[in-house]
DNA sequence: AATCTTACTTGATAAAAGTCAAATAATAGT
DNA sequence: ACTATTATTTGACTTTTATCAAGTAAGATT
């Protein structure tokens, strides 16, 4: 069992302000592991043994039905994911495979339930992280049933220019086949999709992407907060 | 001010375990409040000013948005909504509207959070709730992004059917429009999606199912426990 | 029961999104 | 730099879903 480094995800707001014997309960049974492209390390409807946390490369969260497959969402460093099947104790909801190489700490789930049990500063910590995930994923559903595929392309692209500190340039941190998935359409209807905002000032070219008409694309995008905003 | 039946509540799993002298505190500054059908009272992007509870009648939640609109949820007797935005003190994602007559009791968000801050055996019953109605809009996701329209009016029919204790004939609890909306589909599209599941068995008339053919239903759509199964 | 209102259904058509096959472009190894 | 592999784009076409308009049926009101 590999010793983790710990300073790595301390800095965690899930952990930041917990006290530091119950931090020390919760590292003492976790380790790390290196994760090459492309593994699933997770699948939909097995016991949530762990609590993952990504402290390098990226991991895609996933589902399937049926021979179809959707990408939910890309976890990034330093975040943790599969919170809720941890705490409920239940199985995870979707699957996970690392996108990138990538070091994954694991905290076993049942140290995590007996840390929440007893240290109410890390049990308002996780209804904090909770409530934001629920957040973010009613804002999806809103997202996706209330846009049409161009629609949710033009939005998802303004957030990355928002992201990337308001640039006129910025790259796009996924592939177009795992945005497609993520956007809900396919990759064959996202780069039509990319076409169709030609008129409103947008230019891809590979990963680059280039806002050349900002108010355009605003008023064709009409983003709102309580979609679009993240930290709403 | 009216004085409220503590009793009505006081059974809600949220509720249920925390002290008595908590509850006493929660209660003290609620009321409750009769609303006709079809009132709009909850806005998104207001703040949460008040957990709300559904005793009697039913609540709609939707949201709007450039002159669309979607159902995301109903609430019945006896819920709690809009739990997220009171812990977080973050403005509604969703607005709510009465569907028939209704009574709801309003809780103070400031008096939730000060009783979440004082009482861990609320805080576990928070998170709880959380996590589990944030698996439910997770379970939702993959519904919209991984089926078609006929499929997910086939497994919502299932749903139904199983919490109908597994009878042939049952009744659906939503008016078509608001059932389609909520399904992401147009009236029109209900319509037509019921006709297409009639060479699987079932039959709807007005209000009334009919599934004929349960393995026939079953068969075309393979409902999944990480996706149909409310206590999954 | 008759009327009125509202909800639902149907048909015709249009728009949006998916599929398949092929071509092109980008990237990773060598 | 070259080749092999993989990702993306494009075109033609199909399926799915939405829209509009009209008709029909159900439920409410008197």
């Known amino acids: 069992m590999k010793r983790i480094d710990t300073q790595e995800i301390r800095s965690l707001e899930l952990f930041r302000e917990m006290a ?39 991991v895609e969260l996933f589902s399937s039905w049926n021979g179809r497959e959707t990408a939910l969402a890309t976890i990034r460093p330093v975040s943790s994911f599969i919170l809720a099947a941890t705490i409920k104790d239940a199985p995870y909801l979707m699957s996970a495979r690392t996108h990138e190489k990538s070091r994954i700490v ?98 891809v070219k590979n990963s680059r992407v280039t806002i050349s008409d900002f108010d355009q694309l605003i008023e064709f995008a009409k983003p709102l907060a309580s979609i679009d905003d993240p930290n709403y």
């Not at 500063?121 to 009613?138: N, P």
């Not at 303004?158 to 945005?179: D, I, M, N, V």
């Open 20 to 58: 530091d014997d119950n931090f020390e309960t919760l590292v003492r049974g976790a380790y790390i592991q290196n994760f090459p492209p492309q593994i699933e390390m997770i699948t939909e409807e097995e016991p949530s043994d762990f609590l993952h946390i990504v402290v390098e490369g990226s």
């Open 106 to 203: 694991l905290l076993p789930s049942v140290d995590v339930r007996a840390v929440f049990e007893v240290d109410h500063t890390f049990a308002r910590s996780v209804v904090t992280e909770l409530a934001h995930c629920y957040r973010s994923v009613v804002k999806s559903t809103k997202n996706l049933k209330l846009r049409t595929a161009i629609e949710r392309l033009a939005n998802y692209l303004l957030r990355q220019h928002a992201r990337a500190g308001g640039a006129t340039e910025f790259e796009l941190k996924l592939e177009k086949r795992l945005l497609a998935s993520y956007l809900g359409m396919t990759p064959e209807n996202l780069s039509r999709a990319i076409k169709a905002l030609q008129p409103y000032g947008v230019y």
